[in-house]
C-alpha cells in the first residue's frame, strides 16, 4: 500500500508563490512517475505536472514557465514550486504516484489565490 502526505497549501495573492510537498511511503517501485493534478468544483482533474522517476517532466501549458516540479527519489518526495500564481490556479492540488500500472492519489491540498 503507498501513502501520500501532501503539505504547502494555503491563501496567496496574485504575483505570490507557494511551495507544495508530497511525501510518499510504501511499495514504490521504480520506474515511476510522481506529479500534481488540479481539480476545481466545475472541471474535471486535470494534470499540472509530472516527473519520472528518470527525470523526465510534463507541465501543463498554462503554467509552463511558471511552476517547476522536483523530486528527491531518495526520500519519495515531489515538490511543485509554483510562482507568479494567478487566480485561476485557486484549486484543490493533488499529489499522484503511478507505479506499476497503479494510481495513487494523496487527499488534496487547497491552493487559493485572491486579492
Known amino acids: 500500500q503507498v501513502q501520500l502526505v501532501e503539505s504547502g497549501g494555503g491563501l496567496v495573492q496574485p504575483g505570490g508563490s507557494l511551495r507544495l510537498s508530497c511525501a510518499a511511503s510504501g511499495s514504490i517501485f521504480s520506474p515511476n512517475v510522481m506529479g500534481w493534478y488540479r481539480q476545481t468544483p466545475d472541471k474535471q482533474r486535470e494534470l499540472v505536472a509530472v516527473?519520472?522517476?528518470?527525470?523526465?517532466?510534463n507541465y501543463a501549458d498554462s503554467v509552463k514557465g511558471r511552476f517547476t516540479i522536483s523530486r528527491d527519489n531518495a526520500k519519495n518526495t515531489v515538490y511543485l514550486q509554483m510562482n507568479s500564481l494567478k487566480p485561476e490556479d485557486t484549486a484543490v492540488y493533488y499529489c499522484t504516484v503511478a507505479s506499476r500500472s497503479l494510481y495513487y492519489w494523496g487527499q488534496g491540498t487547497q491552493v487559493t489565490v485572491s486579492s
Open positions: 516527473m519520472t522517476s528518470a527525470g523526465s517532466t
